[in-house]
């Protein structure tokens, strides 16, 4: 019974947060702020170094770079994107289903 | 909610299905903007492949009393082209973001696409006719031997098949550094406004090479950041007000008269919050995704994740009426911002006949507003009688003519027959943008991948 009564006067959103805030608590203190900003400015933002390219080309020879993996979208530290990795940007030549 | 009685509610049934049936949705094929063009005949979607596809409703047949003319296929193109700005490290979806038709002027048809950098016009016209009887030339093309000419005549256009083509008249780029989120067209039907998060431009439909910018709130230290325009709307009878929302849940004003720069607005609209309901989601949760004037340009309509909000012009401290789209989210906060549905940018739109009956001392005699949440689903709310329903946009709806079944989420509790759970929806399956015939009672629904047709049933 009592349980239940301090569930009903946290509100929906605080409890949701607490919740939030136990998986991840290292949550930045700054509510909703300009982290969700500057990654929605971000968007489409490649990074590759030519420098470290090749540089790396150069240790490796003959050996494969490392892969992107899975995710091909996260930049991660070890990984240097490769042509290869590069998401294949061609245009849709086939047309749309809704026209179908 | 609305239900099966009341002389004036619509009773709403399906009248189309487009699109892929199977389940494997490519990229590509991602509806990302549905709008229906100024006089209701054509209807247009924008895909995440660039591409835009063109229905035009079939005449009405007169025989056929029990339904509307259908919408099929009238023309396909390919709008943008994913690029990569290589000074900028940056690559360019070729994703649609909007469409808007131009009111229409002569035969052929106008319509802007943008995707996040680049606006473009395209026309669309039809040719019904071609030439024939060249002197020099066969039918097929080849050249005939001058030799064998002997007499003269003059080519004659003779019918052909209809053939729609589209083509670029207008390209409107490297205006945007950030991302293009908004375009509209002014009232004045020479001019138009694009917006992107930090910046608003205004264009004359004629001129490609300049814009003007109208809007900045770029900070001049970007570690200051705290909001980001997320839509903007001219006024549809004043051709100097427009609008623009924000990531903060305000909306401003601006009018174009007052300055070249329109960084102060006229009017800001913001409901005051509850501090002790402050929570880490409540900015992000009050962010505006959508912003539309009503047709008499009286109110405007805003939705944010769990609601939709009117607002009157003439009281900017409150909107006037509230709507809960799915407030039962509201206990799923954490989880939808986990898997990023918390950031989803749901449209919403008003009633067509909103138009035709209103003026400023009336209101109209039906009002009513949609908007699209998970499963599928899609929501009315009725201003006047302040009803609303749920409906589902699925292929097992699809008789034609059949009234559609209203739904109703259990947010807790004993679920009963018919209901369904909230942590039974589907959150991949999203109507972020809907669009409402501007005469008739017709509406276009977009799910993920499909188009849905829905008409209220003629008597």
């Keep these: 019974q009592d349980a239940q009564e301090k569930d009903k006067s946290i509100p929906p959103e605080r409890a949701e947060e607490a919740k939030l805030k136990a998986k991840y608590p290292n949550l930045g203190q700054k509510p909703g702020g300009s982290d969700f900003l500057m990654k929605r400015l971000q968007k489409g933002q490649k990074y590759f170094d030519s420098g470290d390219y090749n540089m790396a080309k150069a240790k490796m020879k003959n050996k494969q770079l490392p892969s992107t993996g899975p995710d091909k979208n996260l930049v991660t530290g070890d990984h240097i994107p490769t042509p290869q990795d590069l998401p294949q940007r061609k245009s849709s030549l086939v047309t749309s289903k809704l026209a179908g | 909610f609305l239900g099966a009685g009341g002389g004036n509610d619509i009773q709403w049934c399906f009248s189309q299905v487009k699109g892929a049936v199977d389940d494997d949705v490519a990229e590509a094929d991602i509806i990302s903007t549905v709008e229906f063009n100024h006089s209701g005949e054509l209807l247009a979607t924008g895909d995440k492949g660039g591409r835009v596809v063109i229905f035009q409703q079939e005449q009405e047949n007169k025989t056929q009393s029990h339904s509307r003319g259908e919408y099929n296929v009238y023309s396909t193109f390919q709008s943008h082209e994913p690029e990569f700005d290589y000074l900028k490290s940056l690559e360019i979806e070729e994703k649609i973001n909007k469409i808007r038709w131009l009111p229409q002027k002569n035969a052929a048809q106008f319509l802007l696409s943008t995707n996040d950098k680049t606006i ?3 026309k669309i016209s039809e040719r019904d006719k071609r030439p024939e009887g060249y002197n020099l030339k066969e039918e097929d093309g080849r050249y005939r031997d001058p030799t064998t000419v002997t007499t003269l005549r003059v080519p004659v256009f003779r019918p052909m098949d209809l053939m729609v083509e589209a083509s670029p008249r207008r390209i409107f780029a490297n205006a945007h550094t950030y991302h293009i989120n908004s375009i509209s067209i002014n009232s004045d039907y020479e001019t138009y406004l694009s917006a992107d998060d930090l910046r608003i431009n205004l264009w004359h439909l004629e001129i490609t090479d300049r814009s003007f910018n109208i809007v900045d709130i770029k900070p001049a230290n970007m570690e200051e950041l705290t909001e980001v325009i997320t839509a903007a709307e001219f006024h549809p009878n004043s051709c100097s007000t427009f609008v623009y929302s924000s990531s903060k849940g305000t909306i401003r004003l601006c009018d174009m008269r007052a300055s070249a720069l329109c960084d102060r607005h006229s009017k800001l609209f913001e409901e005051p919050e509850d501090p002790s309901n402050r929570s880490f989601f409540s900015e992000i949760i009050s962010s505006i995704s959508d912003v539309k004037f009503s047709h008499s340009g009286r109110y405007m309509m805003t939705r944010d994740y769990l609601s939709v909000k009117i607002w009157d012009l003439n009281m900017e401290n409150r909107p006037v009426e509230t709507y809960q789209v799915h407030e039962y989210l509201r206990s799923k906060l954490c989880s939808l911002y986990e898997n990023d549905c918390i950031f989803d940018k749901f449209e919403c739109c008003w009633n067509g006949s909103d138009r035709q009956l209103t003026s400023f001392f009336f209101p109209p005699l039906c009002s009513i507003v949609m908007t699209g949440s998970y499963n599928n689903f899609f929501r009315m ?20 003519r059949t009234v559609l079944k209203p739904r109703k989420v259990c947010a807790s509790g004993k679920r009963k027959k018919d209901e369904i759970s909230v ?19 017709i509406i276009a629904v977009a799910t993920t991948n499909n188009l849905y047709i829905f008409q209220d049933k003629m008597n």
């Design chain 2, 120 to 122: 473009k016009l395209w």
């Design chain 2, 423 to 441: 942590d039974s929806l589907d959150f991949n399956k999203k109507i972020l943008h809907t669009a409402w015939h501007p005469k008739e009672n």
């Design chain 2, 381 to 400: 709310f009725d201003r006047n009688t302040k009803r609303d329903i749920t409906l589902e946009a699925s292929r097992e709806n699809n008789k034609p």
